[in-house]
């Protein structure tokens, strides 16, 4: 996904696609995501969730590999919606739905905030080394000396290699991450679907928010604004998910303090503000520092929301209550890129940059008013 994240919108630029048909393509990819967390959260438990990923990480790599043999539009759409292809940068594909019911029986309630933590910050690791891989169409033409097409689509050709390896690392999980003893739900219990109807409305908010933000737009516009390209954006966002990674600790470690849904507010409310600052900084430096300041909180939410929506339904209960919010996350990603194309072409190119944010504060003291009372077991007091 860092991998994806950095290559995508600077590959359909050099192809001929405009900012609001790179923002399309992100669009298409993100929905693919939200078609395919619809999709797992139906069959994981009765498919197996193992084998789920490794069907996931198989349309993934054939994904790339389309995009890496063509540059007509309407394939290049096809396979950005099919192959899940991620401009954000981040994993917010559907096997995060699987991978969020499959962790909680690995840990206790105590500890289960922690794990999650733990499992963020190898994702975000990965993060940090394809962002990094990201570079590496900047060092094919400069090194190789391949011509700008190329240099993406053996970029491509690698990103399909690491999803098939992916897959082929799921063989390799013990069974216990499976369905244990329960038979696989069809819907929500009656005192479950309130609070997750609820949790998914308002998480669609901030995921429509942060479609506005995907790595993909957010590089395309230091590229516009400072003529900068993958080899400082490689390096930069390699930065950025090491930051987050770390950061998921620290929010462990909060949220043991004060609780989960005030680590998810308190953390995420000044990076919205601190990101509306960055299209005023006069230069580079300034607005790549104001940036990672940013992104050393913006994802302190990341380990405390998947804790808490698992932590408050059945076990049984978990893959679907994590799918659906997934689901409405997935659709507001897909939607929000094509809308910050059409902004950056029509407005201003700034626009995403103060839009996202806003709509995250709303949506950060909606959390907060709705769910500050309702507390994961680790957090309520004894009978």
Not at 27 to 34: H, R, T, V, Y
Not at 308 to 314: D, E, P, Q, R
Request: proline share 5%; charged share 10%; hydrophobic share 50%.
């Amino acid at each position: 996904m860092g991998l994806s994240g950095i290559i995508l919108a600077l590959h359909l630029a050099t192809i001929g696609f405009n900012a609001w048909s790179i923002g399309l393509v992100v669009s298409l990819g993100l929905l693919g995501c939200a078609l395919g967390t619809l999709i797992v959260t139906a069959i994981a438990d009765r498919l197996g969730r193992r084998a789920t990923l490794i069907l996931l990480s198989i349309l993934m790599a054939l994904g790339g590999l389309a995009l890496a043999v063509s540059s007509k539009s309407s394939l290049v759409m096809v396979a950005a919606l099919v192959g899940m292809v991620n401009g954000m940068g981040r994993d917010r594909g559907a096997g995060v739905t699987v991978e969020q019911a499959m962790l909680p029986q690995t840990a206790s309630e105590s500890n289960r905030t922690v794990a999650f933590a733990w499992y963020n910050l190898i994702v975000d690791g990965g993060h940090a080394v394809g962002s990094l891989l990201g570079g590496l169409p900047a060092w094919l033409r400069s090194q190789a000396h391949a011509p700008p097409l190329a240099s993406y689509q053996w970029t491509w050709g690698l990103y399909s290699f690491l999803c098939l390896t992916a897959g082929a690392l799921v063989l390799r999980l013990s069974t216990s991450v499976e369905l244990s003893g329960a038979a696989p739900i069809t819907r929500l219990s009656p005192s479950s679907r309130p609070f997750v109807a609820k949790f998914a409305a308002l998480s669609g908010l901030d995921s429509f928010a942060g479609g506005f933000l995907t790595t993909a737009m957010l590089g395309y516009w230091f590229f516009r604004r400072f003529g900068v390209d993958e080899s400082l954006l490689g390096p930069l966002f390699c930065l950025v998910r090491i930051l987050n990674g770390f950061s998921h600790l620290g929010a462990a470690w909060i949220a043991k303090r004060i609780g989960l849904v005030n680590t998810m507010v308190f953390t995420h409310l000044p990076s919205s503000l601190l990101l509306m600052t960055v299209p005023l900084a006069p230069n580079l430096p300034v607005a790549v520092l104001l940036f990672l300041v940013r992104e050393s909180l913006v994802e302190m939410d990341v380990p405390t929301r998947q804790s808490y929506i698992v932590a408050i339904v059945k076990e049984e209960e978990r893959t679907r209550a994590a799918g659906i919010t997934n689901l409405t996350r997935g659709m507001g990603w897909a939607v929000a890129p094509m809308i910050a194309g059409s902004l950056m072409r029509a407005l201003s190119l700034s626009a995403p940059l103060v839009i996202g944010p806003g709509l995250k504060v709303a949506y950060d003291l909606l959390l907060y008013r709705a769910f500050r009372h309702l507390k994961p077991p680790e957090e309520r007091a004894p009978a």
